[in-house]
Structures are given as structure tokens and as C-alpha cells.
């Protein structure tokens, strides 16, 4: 069973910088790869994606600029750079992967919004980022 696993959460400052990252126990097809975040008592949202074989990003308008989707194909590993932290980034990130490029697709147009159901199959459990001011 395919399981994915975040870390790199924790505390940082308004203007700060985190890096998260995304671990698997084993190869699984993927057509794209994703961070999703949820803030306490707000809908979950996607804030990146990487088209896994072209390498494309995309990202929500809230962290454009500030934030750094990657792939580490070495290691297998997805990663989160987080540059110029604000408090709204506070949440727990998670980390998912999908191999049907239609559900990809939909997550590409819906960064940064809510309400659109995703349907991923590959999901992680969360790590919580905190950005105090």
C-alpha cells in the first residue's frame, strides 16, 4: 500500500522561509503531484501542482511567487519551498498524487479556490505549518 508522508512542518516567522516535503514507501504511477492546504475552519484548497512528467507548475494566486513546487526524481520526493511566510499560510499541508490526468487537470484549475470536489487517490496526513506575525 502506497503511503504518503509529509514533513518540514513547524513555526515560522512573517517573512520567513519552510520547506516541506513529501515521501513515498514505494513506485506508483502519477501524472501529477500536489500540495493542498486547510486552515482551521476554512475549506481545504490546492496551492500547487506539478505535472510529474513535463515538470509544470502551477500554483494559486495566494502563494504565486512566494512558493516553489519541485520534484526530487533521485529521491522521489516532492517538495514545498515557502518563502516570505504571512499568518495566512497557516494550516496543515498535505501532499497528494493522481495518476488521471482529468482529476489533474481539475486540481490545476481550481488552485487557490474552494468547493470543487478533488478526487486523488494518493493522499498524505498532514503537517501543520504555523506563521505567527
Known amino acids: 500500500q502506497i503511503e504518503l508522508t509529509e514533513s518540514g512542518g513547524g513555526s515560522g516567522q512573517t517573512g520567513g522561509t519552510l520547506r516541506l516535503s513529501c515521501a513515498n514507501n514505494?513506485?506508483?504511477?502519477?501524472?501529477?503531484m500536489a500540495w493542498f492546504r486547510q486552515a482551521p475552519g476554512k475549506e481545504r484548497e490546492g496551492v500547487a501542482l506539478i505535472y510529474t512528467g513535463a515538470g509544470n507548475t502551477l500554483y494559486a494566486d495566494s502563494v504565486e511567487g512566494r512558493f516553489t513546487i519541485s520534484q526530487d526524481k533521485a529521491t522521489d520526493t516532492l517538495h514545498l519551498q515557502m518563502n516570505s511566510l504571512i499568518p495566512e499560510d497557516t494550516a496543515t499541508y498535505y501532499c497528494?498524487?493522481?495518476?488521471?490526468?482529468?482529476?489533474?487537470?481539475?486540481?490545476?484549475?481550481?488552485?487557490?479556490?474552494?468547493?470543487?470536489?478533488?478526487?486523488?487517490?494518493?493522499w498524505g496526513q498532514g503537517t501543520q505549518v504555523t506563521v505567527s506575525s
Open positions: 497528494a498524487a493522481e495518476a488521471r490526468i482529468r482529476e489533474c487537470n481539475t486540481v490545476a484549475r481550481t488552485l487557490g479556490t474552494t468547493g470543487t470536489p478533488v478526487d486523488l487517490r494518493y
Open positions: 514505494g513506485y506508483f504511477p502519477r501524472s501529477c
